[in-house]
């Protein structure tokens, strides 16, 4: 599966942003989409996750509240709406499919349950 993320961009404090991932080149229906995000210096962490079939959500607490992750199953596309941003959102931003069925509602969280991932966008918040 091909990922191509878009949306990045500079934003006020406060401001918003919508991400899209638009997937291509396989069925997805048991997939886990996710987002997630690095920042200079720092680990690539969690941000939210979607699975395709059901649409469980699961967000890391620093954005609960004030990002929303969906899907489109007919456009292919998962979006991370961004609200409320905070200077502390800067990172690059990356989408990611886990491509192992769960059962039950479990949404994947962890780096290393991912294994395709699409190039990043950049998102800076400024004050």
């Known amino acids: 599966v091909q990922l191509q993320a878009s949306g990045g961009g500079l934003v006020q404090t406060g401001g918003s942003l919508r991400l899209s991932c638009v997937a291509s080149?396989?069925?997805?229906?048991?997939?886990?989409m996710g987002w997630f995000r690095q920042a200079p210096g720092k680990e690539r962490e969690f941000v939210a996750g979607?699975?395709?079939?059901?649409?469980?959500?699961y967000y890391a607490d620093s954005v609960k509240g004030r990002f929303t992750i969906s899907r489109d199953s007919a456009k292919n596309t998962v979006y991370l709406q961004m609200n409320s941003l905070k200077p502390e959102d800067t990172a690059v931003y990356y989408c990611a499919a886990d491509r192992t069925y769960y059962s039950g509602g479990y949404v994947s969280r962890r780096n290393y349950e991912y294994d395709c991932w699409g190039q990043g966008t950049q998102v800076t918040v400024f004050s």
């Open positions: 080149g396989q069925t997805f229906s048991s997939y886990t």
């Open positions: 979607i699975r395709w079939n059901g649409g469980s959500t």
